[in-house]
């Protein structure tokens, strides 16, 4: 009995350390492609840009914010709390070396038709967007199944992960249609969209909001005639949403927030052909952009 425990015991184990093996390449490897992304993107001007990004006091969205503030663009930092939006935007344009193109707007996407009046305010603040980053969302701090989620913690989710999407997009495009402006709105959905993700794995009511995201973009997509709408699907992301969400052991292996701009970057860049009304997997589209780059990395790299 104690050998056949200690034989079973001994697989466990190796079974374990094949698949460390497997996310430290797969890590490895995701590092160097993120290196190639950047430089196929890099040609790729963002000066002058007016951005809004929404949820961007931290996490993908904060990392987002300073990529392009440090690459020229003006934008506007958005957060639910004045003070936590006013730090966010200081630190922001420290970080980019900049005094005059960062700005803050705070406003609770919860409430309804709190998307529009971001717009607003967005659009006062620098005169108009060329690009809208709808990113802010909630996730249910623990997993739990279907049957215990209540109808206000659904209607919560799906009013901040699509709802204030919906009017984010609707006055964006209005505000470019507008004023001719050719932009680009990308909404950031989640691999828990793709129906062959959908599991028991307790996150019901994320997972259907950005079902309905991902709706929403494609209907904004089929009347969206001048303004380029693209939904891009992160990887699991480090961020204090998710990390929480998973044990410590996989923490290692999540991405970090600022790996998710050389795809946002093509993405709002890219000619309007080649990315309106599609979805984006970030760790597919990062591998396409590196293996469109020809200049080999060094070894110091």
């Known amino acids: 009995m104690m050998k056949r425990l200690t034989l079973v015991l001994a697989g466990m184990t190796i079974t374990a350390i094949r698949?460390?093996?497997?996310r430290v390449r797969e890590t490895l490897e995701m590092e160097r492609n993120l290196v190639l992304a950047a430089r196929a993107v890099e040609s790729e001007t963002l000066a002058g840009k007016r951005v809004l990004i929404t949820g961007s006091t931290r996490g993908i969205g904060r990392a987002l914010a300073t990529a392009f503030a440090r690459q020229g663009a003006s934008v506007v930092v958005h957060g639910r709390g004045e003070s936590d939006v006013q730090r966010?935007?200081?630190a922001i344009a420290q970080a980019?070396?900049?005094a005059d193109r960062v700005r803050g707007?705070?406003?609770?996407?919860?409430?309804?038709g709190a998307g529009r009046e971001l717009v607003e305010r967005a659009v006062h603040e620098l005169g108009g967007l060329d690009v809208v980053i709808n990113n802010a969302a909630i996730h249910d701090p623990t997993r739990k199944p279907i049957w215990s989620t209540s109808s206000e913690e659904m209607l919560r989710t799906l009013t901040v992960n699509?709802?204030?999407a919906f009017d984010v997009a609707v006055a964006a495009g209005r505000s470019m249609m507008a004023q001719r402006i050719a932009g680009r709105i990308?909404?950031?959905?989640s691999?828990?969209?793709?129906?062959?993700?959908v599991s028991d794995s307790g996150i019901a009511s994320y997972g259907i909001s950005k079902i309905a995201l991902e709706g929403l973009s494609e209907y904004l997509a089929a009347e969206a005639h001048d303004v380029t709408v693209t939904t891009l699907r992160p990887d699991t992301i480090a961020t204090d949403m998710v990390?929480?969400?998973f044990p410590p052991e996989r923490h290692w292996t999540m991405l970090p927030p600022d790996s998710v701009f050389p795809a946002v970057r093509y993405l709002v860049c890219a000619p309007r052909e080649q990315v309106h009304g599609k979805v984006f997997d970030q760790v597919a589209l990062i591998r396409m952009l590196a293996s469109a780059t020809r200049t080999p990395l060094t070894s110091t790299e």
């Open 88 to 90: 966010a935007a200081v």
């Open 96 to 98: 980019a070396e900049t």
């Open 191 to 197: 691999g828990a969209a793709d129906s062959r993700n």
């Open 19 to 22: 698949k460390v093996a497997v």
């Open 105 to 112: 707007v705070a406003v609770d996407l919860s409430k309804s």
């Open 186 to 189: 990308l909404n950031i959905s």
């Open 243 to 245: 990390s929480p969400l």
């Open 162 to 164: 699509c709802m204030a």
